[in-house]
């Protein structure tokens, strides 16, 4: 098959999504994988695998618009399948605000890659959006729910709907779309392995641990005032308060479901909320248990 792809390189290997993507790719897919880092770099990384070096040494985080420099480079040495650092809310949704500017510069990324779709024969291009990973944000304490003091801080209520995916599940999705390139060319992917809220999940962690939890309420309007108030003074830290609005509270951008799910074209199961939520009770992520 022309269009079969053989060898992969990610970036990004040692970050939050990396890392288990790194993992889910070498014990999973049958792919030739290398790593690419900037020169800076203290991360380590399995030995089997191979390390190439960024001539780059500024962060790709800041601005995400790096990503045109990894494209031109990507086009330039043929590659076929270029997946922009999605991973997240859905950046194709026109209502993202400008309060969330970078699901903004995520969309430009996806422009550009339209732009050079139309230019390149070779490079094609697929946008994974997964809503937030969800045993991760458990973890981490980014769904509102601290797992030590056992307190809630539920927003606009906690009903809003919610759409996430297990960080695992993000990495086979990778691997999926690379072994089907053609079904998964030029074109966002929405997947999800959960459909909830965060009340669901509160009663589930209410459940396993036997306890009643500590209940606080926040309204999506305040998250943003004061996550704006944050980032004015410099404390990126504020961000994280802005996606919470967005994707927890009324809005209503933590919902997919009109999006058409890729799962069975890449034949993704739905994951278990419960099981999950154990698994993070026990402080680890899915499959590393
Ligand atoms: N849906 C969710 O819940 C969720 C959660 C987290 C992240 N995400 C998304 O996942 C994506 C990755 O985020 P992350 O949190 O995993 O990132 P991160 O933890 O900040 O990691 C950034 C990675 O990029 C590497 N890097 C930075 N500059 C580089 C350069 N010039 N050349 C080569 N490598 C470079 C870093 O390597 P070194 O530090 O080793 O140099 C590190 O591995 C983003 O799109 C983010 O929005 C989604």
Avoid at 10 to 23: F, Q
Avoid at 77 to 95: L, T, Y
Avoid at 120 to 140: E, N, Q, Y
Avoid at 266 to 280: A, F, H, I, N, S
Wanted: charged share 20%; glycine share 8%; proline share 4%.
């Amino acid at each position: 098959m022309d269009n079969e792809i053989k060898t992969v390189i990610l970036v990004g290997a040692s970050g939050n999504a990396g890392r288990t993507i790194l993992t889910t790719f070498l014990s999973t897919s049958p792919f030739t994988l290398s790593i690419l880092t900037r020169p800076s770099s203290t991360s380590t990384f399995p030995p089997n695998v191979r390390i190439v070096k960024t001539p780059w040494s500024h962060s790709l985080e800041a601005p995400l618009s790096a990503q045109k420099k990894l494209i031109d480079a990507a086009i330039a040495a043929s590659v076929k399948r270029f997946i922009p650092s999605e991973f997240g809310s859905n950046s194709a949704d026109v209502r993202v605000p400008d309060w969330v500017p970078f699901l903004k510069e995520k969309r430009e990324i996806v422009e550009y890659l339209r732009e050079k779709e139309k230019q390149s024969h070779r490079l094609s291009w697929s946008a994974l959006i997964t809503g937030p990973f969800f045993d991760w944000c458990l973890l981490v304490g980014f769904f509102g729910f601290d797992l030590r003091t056992k307190t809630a801080t539920l927003i606009d209520g906690g009903a809003p709907h919610l759409s996430a995916t297990n960080l695992r599940q993000v990495g086979l999705a990778l691997i999926s779309i690379l072994k089907n390139p053609t079904q998964t060319a030029n074109q966002y992917l929405y997947i999800s392995g959960f459909e909830t809220s965060q009340r669901e999940i509160l009663a589930v962690l209410e459940k396993l641990t036997d306890e009643k939890w500590t209940v606080k309420n926040v309204s999506s309007e305040e998250l943003v005032a004061r996550g704006q108030g944050l980032v004015q003074k410099g404390d990126f830290s504020g961000f994280g308060m802005l996606v919470q609005a967005g994707i927890f509270g009324k809005m209503g951008l933590g919902d997919n479901r009109g999006m058409g799910y890729a799962n069975e074209v890449l034949g993704l199961e739905k994951e278990d909320l419960e099981k999950t939520v154990k698994t993070v009770l026990g402080g680890k992520l899915v499959g590393q248990e």
